[in-house]
């Protein structure tokens, strides 16, 4: 579901909440193209057809959109689409968000610092 900026932020905020419990949030952001794999192979088929050749646009002028997506489940998929001039106000309100929310992470449990803390406790004995 494709939801604006501000209403994007508040349900993240709650799925972060929600997940201290039980779930886990993935967040996903890349450029958008506003174009799909089938409009592009439609395009090119059509100047194989024809044998035109289309001039190519240079892409680096153009300013393209960030898609943020955030997935928790399989039931909650929700989506905004970030434009270029609003990134910067988006990425501060994304980031606290986040920060706010770094204290639900686990500490990832390493092999090798139970065995230097088994051969410590041997050693004393």
């Not at 399989?74 to 689409?81: D, E, P």
């Amino acid at each position: 579901m494709l939801l604006d900026n501000d209403k994007f932020l508040t349900k993240m905020a709650k799925a972060f909440e929600d997940s201290k419990t039980s779930r886990t949030v993935y967040l996903t952001m890349k450029r958008h193209n506003y174009s799909t794999k089938k409009t592009r192979a439609a395009e090119e088929a059509s100047e194989h057809a024809t044998g035109d050749e289309v001039m190519q646009t240079d892409d680096k002028d153009k300013e393209y959109p960030t898609i943020v997506r955030l997935t928790m489940g399989t039931q909650t998929k929700i989506s905004t689409l970030v434009h270029a001039n609003d990134l910067d106000r988006f990425m501060v309100q994304y980031t606290n968000i986040i920060k706010i929310n770094m204290d639900a992470l686990k500490k990832k449990e390493r092999k090798k610092a139970s065995k230097a803390a088994a051969k410590a406790k041997k050693a004393t004995a």
